[in-house]
Each structure stands twice: as C-alpha cells, then as structure tokens.
C-alpha cells in the first residue's frame, strides 16, 4: 500500500493461541500490535491493560510457541511441521466443505472461507419478512436468527453486531468437523 498509506493510518492487529491455526480453545493468551495510534489513545489503552490481571501461565506458554514455534534443526520441527500443515488442511477442507453447503441453500451466499473456523454467509431476507421483524423492533438479521434457533435448534450470532453494510443481513458462526462420524458440524459463535 505505500509508505505514505502505512506512516499514516492507525492499525491494530490482534492473534491469539485460540483463534490461529494452532486452536488451543482455551488457553488464554494473546497479543496486540498497534501502529500509528494517537498518543491520547495510547495512553488510555495503556491504563486499561495496566489495571488486568494476567493471562494464566499455560496461556501464555502457548503464545510463546505461537510466536516462537521450532525452526529447522531443532528435535520437534518436523513433528510441529506435520501437525501444522494437517491442522490448516483439515481447516481449508472443512472451509470449503461450509461454503459448498451453505451455497445450496436458497437465499443464502457465503464467500470463499479465509482463515479461522468461522463463516459469515450473507441471507437474503425478503421484505415482507423485514417488515415483520421491524413490527417486533428487531434487525432482520436477529429475527432471522431467532426464528432459526426456535424452529431448527440452529443457534448462530446476527451479523448486524459486526457492523455489517446497510441493507445487508449476515449470520456468524463456527463450523468443526464431528469427531464422531468425520462429518461437519455449524456450532453458535458467541463472539
């Protein structure tokens, strides 16, 4: 993007052990990068983290293999290697597997699946269910879900927290793959 575009604009990066490719669910452990932040933020952002406790001691052993993971030469590189490249091909497949299926379904579209364990289809809500779901004082996207969760059981999380584009109605939520019977499972995401 440029040295101008990167000198000027405020940038927050956050990773943590749970949501990376490693998912140790969990462990509680993370960290932040931030770039270009006004120093009167900085400040605030400072006292706010300076007021937390830490994270457990296992949380942050796993964030130190997150960000200091085996190099080449040493005893447990070619195992971390295997396990890594198993773990995202597991994900890449179960990824495509989500988008497939949920394209299938009339007045749903999910883009293709970039990274984590999470979709964010688009639903198609016709008007006359909007105007019901207004009557209710609810966003359609939360209508929708609920109405889901009461008919189906399905729980997912309504796209309208995330800041979603005005006129467009999301859903979120987590898929994994079933232990059980090597098929795939859509569990709620609870933010």
């Known amino acids: 993007m440029g040295p101008d575009y990167c000198n000027n604009v405020e940038l927050a990066s956050f990773h943590s052990t749970s949501k990376g490719y490693m998912g140790e669910c969990g462990y509680r452990g993370g960290y932040m990068e931030v770039v270009n932040l006004h120093p009167d933020i900085k400040g605030q952002l400072v006292k706010l983290l300076s007021v937390r406790l ?5 949380g942050q052993a796993a964030m ?18 295997k396990e890594k490249e198993s773990v995202l091909s597991n994900l890449a497949k179960k990824a495509k597997l989500t988008e497939d299926m949920f394209n299938q379904v009339t007045g749903i ?7 984590a364990m999470y979709a964010f289809p688009q639903i198609f809500i016709p008007s006359k269910a909007i105007e019901v779901a207004k009557a209710h004082k609810m966003a359609p996207d ?32 987590a898929f994994v793959e079933s232990e059980a019977d090597g098929g795939l499972s859509v569990f709620l995401y609870d933010g």
């Open 109 to 115: 579209h999910c883009n293709p699946l970039q990274g």
């Open 64 to 81: 130190d293999i997150v960000v200091n993971p085996p190099v080449l030469g040493e005893e447990s590189y070619a195992q971390f290697i």
């Open 142 to 173: 939360m209508f929708y879900c609920m109405k889901l969760l009461e008919e189906t059981g399905i729980c997912v999380v309504p796209g309208s927290g995330f800041g979603q584009r005005e006129g467009t109605y999301h859903f979120s939520c």
């Open 54 to 58: 830490c994270p457990p001691v296992s």
